[in-house]
T-cell receptor, first 114, second 111 residues
Framework: GAGVSQSPSNKVTEKGKDVELRCDPI?????LYWYRQRLGQGLEFLIY????????KSGLPSDRFSAERTGESVSTLTIQRTQQEDSAVYLC????????????FGPGTRLTVT | AQRVTQPEKLLSVFKGAPVELKCNYS??????LFWYVQYSRQRLQLLLR??SRESIKGFTADLNKGETSFHLKKPFAQEEDSAMYYC?????????????FGKGTKLTVNP
């Protein structure tokens, strides 16, 4: 079956522009997570969705970052007024439910802010 | 504070040699630990979890609460084991949950 998909796979944008990253989780997975991986660093948690609600937004680095999820399916991560330090690989993961033993990761979106 | 430390950024061994990738954690709650692996040009995937006490691809990891460690071991490394390995801690707090990752260890198994 299809795994987690993300689009675009690569995005180059100019500083100050807004970008939108998309994640399609595995069908039926109620929990969805966004992580960020900057060069040479581990994965950094951004936000967690249970269904369409986000009980934990504490990982979002600034108010330029926002995310939403609709229909307990697709999620979008939006970064406004991008900065060079936003350059990273943004990873999405889903799991069957909160507390499940495995998170399934997408291939990531590589964002480069010039 | 919740933290996962992987002290080795790079680890290189020869085929057939034993390998140990170190992981230490800091967490006030009951720890749930995982090893994730990323092979070249593939997505991150679960290798094993401490709850299952399983051996996957010859790898094992034992949770040592006294030493707050969850080291990954394999007695005889293979070239196909070359990959990035991430240790991760699941944390739950106030209705939220997330994985806290270490910075990863790049394992190279030489022929």
């Amino acid at each position: 079956g299809a795994g987690v998909s993300q689009s675009p796979s690569n995005k180059v944008t100019e500083k100050g522009k807004d970008v939108e990253l998309r994640c399609d989780p595995i069908s039926g997975h109620t929990a969805l997570y966004w992580y960020r991986q900057r060069l040479g660093q581990g994965l950094e948690f951004l936000i967690y969705f249970q269904g369409n609600s986000a009980p934990d937004k504490s990982g979002l680095p600034s108010d330029r970052f926002s995310a939403e999820r609709t229909g307990e399916s697709v999620s979008t991560l939006t970064i406004q007024r991008t900065q060079q330090e936003d350059s990273a690989v943004y990873l999405c993961a889903s799991s069957l439910q909160a507390g499940a033993n495995e998170q399934y990761f997408g291939p990531g979106t590589r964002l480069t802010v010039t | 504070a919740q933290r996962v430390t992987q002290p080795e950024k790079l680890l290189s061994v020869f085929k057939g040699a034993p390998v140990e990738l170190k992981c230490n954690y800091s967490y006030s709650g009951s720890p749930e630990l995982f090893w994730y692996v990323q092979y070249s040009r593939q997505r991150l995937q679960l290798l094993l979890r401490h709850i299952s006490r399983e051996s996957i691809k010859g790898f094992t990891a034992d949770l040592n609460k006294g030493e707050t460690s969850f080291h990954l071991k394999k007695p005889f490394a293979q070239e196909e084991d070359s990959a990035m390995y991430y240790c991760a801690l699941r944390t739950t707090q106030g209705g939220s949950e997330k994985l806290v990752f270490g910075k990863g260890t790049k394992l190279t198994v030489n022929p």
